[in-house]
Structure formats: C-alpha cells, structure tokens
C-alpha cells in the first residue's frame, strides 16, 4: 500500500500516494495525484517535482571562539510537467499520475551530527498565484 500526504492550499487540495518511500539511485519514482478544486479552476498544469537539499547546522568553536552559520542549498532539482491545462470545477476531483528519475552520482539520504541530505517529492497544481501543492520526504539510497 502506498503512503499518503496530503495539504491543503487556497485553490485545491492535494494529495499524492507513492509505491514505497525508499529508492535506489537511478530509480524512477511513480506517483499517483489527486486533485480535487475548493473553487473554480484554471491551472496551467500538473507538476511533479523532485529535488534534494544539503543543510549544515551552525557550529561554535570553543577554541577559536567563533560561530559559523548553518546553510541550506539545493543540489539538484528536476520538474515535469504531468499534464498541459486544467480547468475543474468547484468539487470536482481529477486524478493524474507520472514518474520522476532519481540521477545517480548524487548524495543519498543521510542524517550526520553537523549535516544532512534530504530528498523531497512535490505535486503542484501550477496556477497564478499561491500554487496548491502537497510534499513527501523520500529516501534514497545509493
């Protein structure tokens, strides 16, 4: 069974079920979208986005008696688009579904004392404005 997450935002609500949550590099990841519109919808797509974050805690050195600041940055990131135009009505629900790569000769998942990777799986229903969308951590492996 697949895991489920879901988020609400202004235009729809979103939720998006996975095979598994655990990936080898170079394995693609298949997602399936619910989308149902909270009110009239003009969307110009589906999006589905993969992307992996390093971040560095901030740190003090007794010695020197310093302190470095943590930082966050984003070291890959690959979106496609799972359909061309929406349109839905108040209440109506669309289903959509698609797969992203993992590359390989990347990070994997990874939790140290003083730095961590991190992948994530988007769904967004892109439209003017706040776009709805819902997020997954996944885990991958190299």
Request: aromatic share 10%.
């Amino acid at each position: 069974m697949g895991f489920l997450n879901a988020l609400t935002g202004g235009g729809a609500s979103v939720q998006m079920t996975l095979q598994k949550q655990r990936y080898q590099a170079g394995e693609s990841v298949f997602a399936w979208i619910n989308v149902v519109a909270n009110q009239n919808l003009n969307a110009d797509g589906i999006v589905l986005h993969l992307f992996c974050v390093e971040q560095t805690q901030p740190q003090h050195c007794s010695r020197c008696n310093m302190n470095t600041n943590g930082q966050s940055e984003t070291v890959f990131s690959n979106e496609i688009k799972l359909s061309g135009p929406v349109q839905l009505w108040q209440g109506q629900a669309a289903q959509f579904q698609g797969s992203i790569q993992i590359p390989q000769g990347l990070p994997p998942t990874f939790m140290g004392r003083h730095a961590s990777c991190k992948w994530f799986l988007e769904a967004r229903v892109s439209m003017f404005g706040n776009d709805p969308d819902t997020k997954m951590e996944i885990q991958v492996f190299s």
